[in-house]
């Protein structure tokens, strides 16, 4: 089918290479210039593993596209998808400025029956929001034998950033919101080649499925993260109580790895967004406070045990290992690592970094003394703790008879719990986690 797909951050670009792949030939449209001109160059403006490969290879098959100018594509399209970013407001509702100039612009440049396809993450009702405006420009152009033949669907993504397109290419569900069959058959056929459950809804309930599945993901967190919290002052190890809680089927192992909370663009704003949907609809989501304020908790507590053990951080040197929000991305938006080497600086700490792709994105957020060095034994050498911030897989490759030697004092603060299982004590390091038995020493 021939799609066009208007916006290129992760969900529109990697979806949009995705949908090439299945052999849809897709336009990508973004106002960013700079961006569309690197896209043209085979470049992604961000790190995804995989995807400058999927990019270079669907512009050599001629699938994919890449403009500014939605006017040059729109003809050729059977399916408008909308996939621009919905950040949260301060009072925690999507912004959907982004979202409303965007069905501004196919209103006003629509010509032919079209399907619009919602994969931004919006709050309940926005996808007949969006149709709306499409229709209600149209109708000021006099195309009002055009108004009945525009459809709306809500297909929300489910890609995890540092897997996001093996996510879209295998995913657990497709869910699609709609209203006729139709409808369905055409979001089925965009999918085909894609073997899972495709789960046919309301619109409403898909829009609702996608935050709700966040909102849980993230309780999980927050749930185990209260569990460390506990057995830090009882002794045990919340990575064997994971592992047997996990076990049961209807819980599942995933997301019960407990550490300085969960960040990125996705969680804090689903589940902030969650919350004030209830509120709007005069309901108080009691629990989605409690995941919130455990959330940001997570990180105090983290920056007290360091606190505590090293005294004050005023004019000590520190190294720190991960910037980004969760391995295998640059992306530092609501990173507690971000959080927590702002606090070190605010302390007084000379603070050196490493982190293997989001020193770049860091350095235009982090106060000026940071420095960011090119190995992660350069970021811990001299220093007189180190502490782990995103469990990059690169940090077990180092060798740490070397890391020791380099350090003044072998203490590492892990608040990921990446080296845990590597009994650091053994080789003379002072090591403290989140949940585990040892740390409760501290
Ligand atoms: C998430 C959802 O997983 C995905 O389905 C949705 O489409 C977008 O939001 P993402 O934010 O990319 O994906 O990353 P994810 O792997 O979910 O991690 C989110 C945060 O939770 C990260 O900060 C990660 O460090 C943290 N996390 C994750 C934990 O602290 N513990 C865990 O067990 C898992």
Same mark, same amino acid.
């Given at each position: 089918?021939?799609?066009?797909?208007?916006?290129?951050?992760?969900?529109?670009?990697?979806?949009?290479?995705?949908?090439?792949?299945?052999?849809n030939?897709?336009?990508?449209?973004?106002?960013?210039?700079?961006?569309?001109?690197?896209?043209?160059?085979?470049?992604?403006?961000?790190?995804?593993?995989?995807? !400058?490969?999927?990019?270079?290879?669907?512009? !050599?098959?001629?699938? =994919?596209?890449?403009?500014?100018?939605?006017?040059?594509?729109?003809?050729?399209?059977?399916?408008?998808m909308?996939?621009?970013?919905?950040?949260?407001?301060?009072?925690?509702?999507?912004?959907?400025?982004?979202?409303?100039?965007?069905? !501004?612009? =196919?209103?006003?440049?629509?010509?032919?029956?079209?399907?619009?396809?919602?994969?931004?993450?919006?709050?309940?009702?926005?996808?007949?929001?969006?149709?709306?405006i499409?229709?209600?420009?149209?109708?000021?152009?006099?195309?009002?034998?055009?108004?009945?033949?525009?459809?709306?669907?809500?297909?929300?993504?489910?890609?995890?950033?540092?897997?996001?397109?093996?996510?879209?290419?295998?995913p657990?569900?497709?869910?699609?919101?709609?209203?006729?069959?139709?409808?369905?058959?055409?979001?089925?056929?965009?999918?085909?080649?894609?073997?899972?459950?495709?789960?046919?809804?309301?619109?409403?309930?898909?829009?609702?499925?996608?935050?709700?599945?966040?909102?849980?993901?993230?309780?999980?967190?927050?749930?185990?993260?209260?569990?460390?919290?506990?057995?830090?002052?009882?002794?045990?190890?919340?990575?064997e109580?994971?592992?047997?809680?996990?076990?049961?089927?209807?819980?599942?192992?995933?997301?019960?790895?407990?550490?300085?909370?969960?960040?990125?663009?996705?969680?804090?704003?689903?589940?902030?967004?969650?919350?004030?949907?209830?509120?709007?609809?005069?309901?108080?989501?009691?629990?989605?406070?409690?995941?919130?304020?455990?959330?940001?908790?997570?990180?105090?507590?983290?920056?007290?045990?360091?606190?505590?053990?090293? %005294?004050?951080?005023?004019?000590?040197?520190?190294?720190?290992?991960?910037?980004?929000?969760?391995?295998?991305?640059?992306?530092?938006?609501?990173?507690?690592a =971000?959080?927590?080497?702002?606090?070190?600086?605010?302390?007084?700490?000379?603070?050196?970094?490493?982190?293997?792709?989001?020193?770049? #994105?860091?350095?235009?957020?982090l106060? #000026?003394?940071?420095?960011?060095?090119?190995t992660?034994?350069?970021?811990?050498?001299?220093?007189?703790?180190?502490?782990?911030?995103?469990?990059?897989? !690169?940090?077990?490759?180092?060798?740490?008879?070397?890391?020791?030697?380099?350090?003044i004092?072998?203490?590492?603060?892990?608040g990921?719990?990446?080296?845990?299982?590597?009994?650091?004590?053994?080789?003379?390091?002072?090591?403290? %986690?989140? %949940?585990?038995c040892?740390?409760?020493?501290?």
């Open positions: 089918m021939n799609i066009v797909m208007i916006g290129t951050g992760y969900v529109g670009l990697t979806s949009g290479l995705g949908f090439a792949g299945l052999g030939r897709v336009a990508c449209v973004d106002t960013d210039s700079t961006k569309i001109a690197k896209l043209d160059l085979g470049q992604t403006p961000f790190f995804e593993p995989g995807l !400058e490969e999927q990019l270079k290879a669907m512009q !050599e098959s001629g699938q =994919i596209v890449f403009t500014t100018e939605l006017e040059s594509v729109i003809d050729g399209a059977q399916v408008l909308i996939a621009v970013q919905t950040p949260p407001k301060t009072n925690g509702q999507a912004d959907l400025t982004y979202l409303d100039s965007a069905a !501004e612009q =196919i209103g006003r440049l629509l010509n032919h029956e079209s399907l619009i396809v919602v994969k931004s993450t919006v709050p309940v009702g926005t996808n007949r929001h969006i149709l709306k499409i229709r209600d420009e149209l109708t000021k152009r006099g195309k009002d034998d055009l108004v009945s033949l525009i459809r709306v669907a809500s297909v929300p993504e489910f890609l995890r950033e540092g897997s996001a397109l093996q996510d879209f290419l295998a657990d569900r497709v869910v699609i919101g709609a209203d006729d069959e139709i409808t369905f058959r055409t979001v089925e056929q965009m999918h085909e080649g894609i073997k899972s459950i495709f789960l046919r809804t309301s619109i409403e309930s898909a829009e609702l499925i996608k935050v709700a599945s966040n909102a849980f993901l993230a309780t999980k967190i927050s749930f185990i993260n209260e569990i460390a919290n506990i057995v830090e002052r009882t002794g045990a190890d919340v990575r109580i994971a592992r047997g809680v996990g076990l049961d089927k209807r819980i599942g192992p995933l997301f019960l790895r407990s550490g300085i909370g969960f960040g990125g663009s996705c969680f804090p704003k689903d589940v902030a967004a969650l919350k004030s949907y209830a509120g709007i609809n005069g309901y108080d989501f009691r629990l989605l406070n409690a995941v919130i304020e455990v959330n940001n908790r997570q990180r105090e507590l983290f920056f007290k045990k360091i606190v505590s053990i090293l %005294g004050t951080l005023k004019g000590r040197k520190i190294g720190v290992w991960g910037l980004s929000f969760k391995p295998d991305t640059d992306d530092i938006r609501e990173s507690a =971000i959080d927590i080497v702002q606090r070190l600086v605010g302390a007084g700490a000379d603070v050196s970094v490493f982190d293997p792709k989001a020193m770049q #994105n860091a350095a235009r957020v106060p #000026n003394s940071v420095v960011y060095t090119t992660p034994i350069d970021a811990a050498s001299g220093a007189e703790a180190l502490i782990v911030l995103t469990e990059w897989p !690169e940090f077990r490759g180092v060798s740490f008879e070397t890391l020791k030697s380099s350090m004092e072998p203490i590492i603060f892990d990921r719990n990446a080296l845990a299982d590597l009994d650091l004590e053994r080789i003379g390091f002072s090591y403290f %986690g989140v %949940g585990l040892d740390s409760h020493k501290s």
